[in-house]
């Protein structure tokens, strides 16, 4: 049974967008993440993040914030709705200077289309929660993501075995996973983990070493 967020018409994405109640917390979370990539970063981090990817970028309201803060000069927005892709355009039109990218990709099976060792800035926020297997995501990841840059994701964290999140319906909303698995697999990948939350819905920063 798979967690699952289906919007397929403009029309139903743009009901998304404007719902403002869905977008508090993400921008929250890209608030935090700016800071620790000031901390990390330092001064230099407006001249060194050239190249932004977020996965599961929905209509980019991440890749927006992000590409303000960083003044990248591309975003790559992965999701797996075309309609939501066909609003980050629209979103992102008021950045200047930043080429926009997207691809429509299922994060659990499909390969971006970037090379390896490309982008700077890796983004995944509101998204692992709902993707029961993060093998092929976090293998991308690595991928395309270059030595020295950092990737940042938020999830449902738990401390047994995975657990899914299930409406009185059956139907499947989410998933918590494990923090020490995940953070073993993740490391052993050939990350280093710069920071982490303590709360249950934690966000993540890595960097590939």
């Avoid at 967008?17 to 977008?23: K, R, S």
């Avoid at 964290?157 to 020490?180: A, C, E, F, Q, W």
Wanted: glycine content about 6%; overall charge negative; proline content about 2%.
């Amino acid at each position: 049974m798979k967690a699952t967020q289906v919007w397929n018409t403009e029309e139903s994405a743009l009901g998304y967008l404007i719902n403002l109640n869905h977008h508090t917390a993400t921008y929250g979370t890209i608030e935090l993440l700016c800071s620790l990539l000031q901390k990390h970063k330092g001064s230099t981090i407006n001249q060194e993040i050239d190249c932004v990817v977020d996965l599961g970028s929905g209509p980019g309201i991440s890749s927006s914030l992000i590409a303000s803060y960083t003044n990248c000069k591309k975003v790559i927005a992965a999701d797996s709705s075309s309609a939501m892709l066909q609003l980050v355009p629209k979103l992102m039109g008021s950045i200047s200077n930043c080429e926009v990218i997207t691809q429509v990709k299922n994060l659990e099976k499909e390969r971006i289309d970037l090379s390896n060792d490309s982008a700077d800035l890796i983004i995944s926020i509101a998204v692992f929660s709902y993707l029961e297997n993060l093998r092929n995501v976090l293998e991308e990841a690595f991928r395309i993501l270059k030595p020295g840059g950092y990737f940042a994701f938020d999830i449902w964290i738990h401390t047994g075995s995975l657990v899914p999140h299930i409406d009185r319906s059956g139907n499947m909303l989410s998933y918590s996973h494990h923090k020490d698995t995940l953070t073993y697999f993740v490391e052993s990948m050939g990350f280093k983990l710069l920071y982490s939350q303590k709360d249950i819905y934690q966000l993540f920063l890595f960097q590939k070493m």
